[in-house]
């Protein structure tokens, strides 16, 4: 079976610094990967998306990056982190036109 | 382009009543419809899906969902809420290009009441 892991499960980092947060997907082979961001009492807001390796679109002006260094692996990364920038960080993988799985998240909190 | 309006942002019902959460849509295609639920700090697990077979679809944990295209809706009910029902509740509508991005509504907090 598959399953998503995201890490670390919760950070605190200050403004200006920078971020990775990682997300790895086991069970399956290339899969479509997500970023989603959720603000407090607000709801998904899709970042970026992959559909392989090294293929990344934005899908909002922001902050943040995003890469695909391997198959199953993702990573949201910002060089300097804003107070905007915090919030539920959820990762999603599905199969084309599949039903979307999504991982545990990471709270970040930027002070 | 797509979108989804949960009609209430907070329900609250009574162990034991009915719930019923609103969803309208929009979409130029024919669409994939979604429920899932947070429970508190957690990731999102799918409650059940519409994907243009039977209009009545049945989820996990007892829920269902009828998707009724003349009123552009997707309600998700339950005849029976039980206190682990509490949760946030978001209805998502998917974009059959490209991706398949999900474009969420603004979610349903429900509170059950002892």
């Known amino acids: 079976s598959q399953t998503i892991h995201q890490w670390p499960a919760t950070l605190v980092q200050p403004v200006g610094s920078p971020l990775s947060l990682e997300c790895t997907v086991e069970g399956t082979s290339n899969p479509n990967l997500y970023w989603y961001r959720q603000a407090a009492g607000r709801g998904l807001q899709l970042l970026f998306y992959?559909?392989?390796?090294?293929?990344i679109s934005s899908e909002v002006p922001q902050n943040l990056s995003a890469s695909r260094p391997q198959d199953r692996q993702f990573i949201l990364s910002s060089k300097k982190l804003l107070l905007s920038d915090s919030g539920f960080y959820l990762c999603?993988?599905?199969?084309?036109?599949?039903?979307?799985?999504f991982g545990p998240g990471t709270r970040l909190l930027v002070l | 382009a797509q979108s989804v309006t949960q009609l209430d942002s907070h329900v609250s019902v009574s162990e034991g009543t009915p719930v019923l959460l609103r969803c309208n849509y929009s979409?130029?295609?024919?669409?994939?419809l979604f429920w899932y639920v947070q429970h508190p700090n957690k990731g999102l697990q799918l409650l059940l899906k519409y994907t243009s077979a039977a209009t009545l679809v049945k989820g996990i944990n007892g829920f269902e969902a009828e998707f009724k295209k003349s009123e552009t809706s997707f309600h998700l009910t339950k005849p029976s809420a039980h206190m682990s029902d509490a949760a946030e509740y978001f209805c998502v509508v998917s974009d059959p290009q490209g991706a398949q991005k999900l474009v969420f509504g603004q979610g349903t907090r429900l509170t059950i009441n002892p």
């Open positions: 979409s130029s295609y024919s669409p994939s």
């Open positions: 999603a993988w599905n199969r084309v036109a599949e039903t979307q799985y």
């Open positions: 992959s559909v392989g390796i090294g293929q």
